[in-house]
């Protein structure tokens, strides 16, 4: 069964950190781009981090340097370490497949209170 599970979202301060993970099953892991989506109350789903299958990043301008993207093929999982985070940060975030994405998992969500 094809399926994507987020975790470790909250509620926390500003200037606080969380660190997301995201496990996927029914999919060969290992060789997709992964990616971090995140979703605010009234806007649309953005990509704000992205890992290939060779572990080259790359980051949305609004999370450069805030935000570190990682994964663990043999656990077929891709976290996302999110530190020194704001209010503007707040969202439901989510992962996916950068390209040809499958069903979106229920998405964890992140609160940041100022």
């Known amino acids: 069964q094809v399926q994507l599970v987020e975790s470790g979202g909250g509620l926390v301060q500003a200037g606080g950190s969380l660190r997301l993970s995201c496990a996927a099953s029914?999919?060969?892991?290992?060789?997709?781009?992964m990616g971090w989506f995140r979703q605010a109350p009234g806007k649309q789903r953005e990509l704000v981090a992205a890992?290939?299958?060779?572990?080259?990043?790359n980051y949305a301008d609004s999370v450069k340097g805030q935000f570190t993207i990682s994964r663990d093929n043999a656990k077929n999982t891709v976290y996302l370490q999110m530190n020194n985070l704001k209010p503007e940060d707040t969202a439901v975030y989510y992962c996916?497949?950068?390209?040809?994405?499958?069903?979106w998992g229920q998405g964890t969500q992140v609160t940041v209170s100022s």
């Open positions: 996916n497949l950068v390209v040809s994405k499958i069903s």
């Open positions: 890992i290939t299958s060779s572990g080259s990043t």
């Open positions: 029914g999919i060969r892991f290992n060789i997709h781009a």
